[in-house]
Nanobody, 122 residues
Framework: QVQLVESGGGLVQAGGSLRLSCAAS????????MGWFRQAPGKAREFVARISKSGGSTYYADFVKGRFTISRDNAKNTVYLQMNSLKPEDTAVYYCAATYAISNVGNSYDYWGQGTQVTVSS
């Protein structure tokens, strides 16, 4: 079992950047494929990005391609989401999650953090 804690959210102006971190404890994060999801008020949770166990393979939702980068440092038991060129529509609670599966579907993820709020002002 792994526990996940996100940090790094906040308020930023459109065009700005933030880096989210997801720190894992318990079982080592290198055992899992990791993903980032987000949920805006009144909207369904949506997939943002995922990364393989080694970090050698990544996959992104179309709406973040070229702007967001997912990475991981297994030695630090941490996964990151670098977010650049932020837009007001990126405003949401961002969650990291862990899975054994190769999936963009939230239900395939077994462990979730509590989320971190990202607000992008126009």
């Amino acid at each position: 079992q792994v526990q996940l804690v996100e940090s790094g959210g906040g308020l930023v102006q459109a065009g700005g950047s933030l880096r989210l971190s997801c720190a894992a404890s318990g079982r080592t994060v290198s055992s899992y494929r990791m993903g980032w999801f987000r949920q805006a008020p009144g909207k369904a949770r949506e997939f943002v990005a995922r990364i393989s166990k080694s970090g050698g393979s990544t996959y992104y939702a179309d709406f973040v391609k070229g702007r967001f980068t997912i990475s991981r440092d297994n030695a630090k038991n941490t996964v990151y989401l670098q977010m650049n060129s932020l837009k007001p529509e990126d405003t949401a609670v961002y969650y990291c999650a862990a899975t054994y599966a190769i999936s963009n579907v939230g239900n395939s993820y077994d462990y979730w953090g509590q989320g971190t709020q990202v607000t992008v002002s126009s």
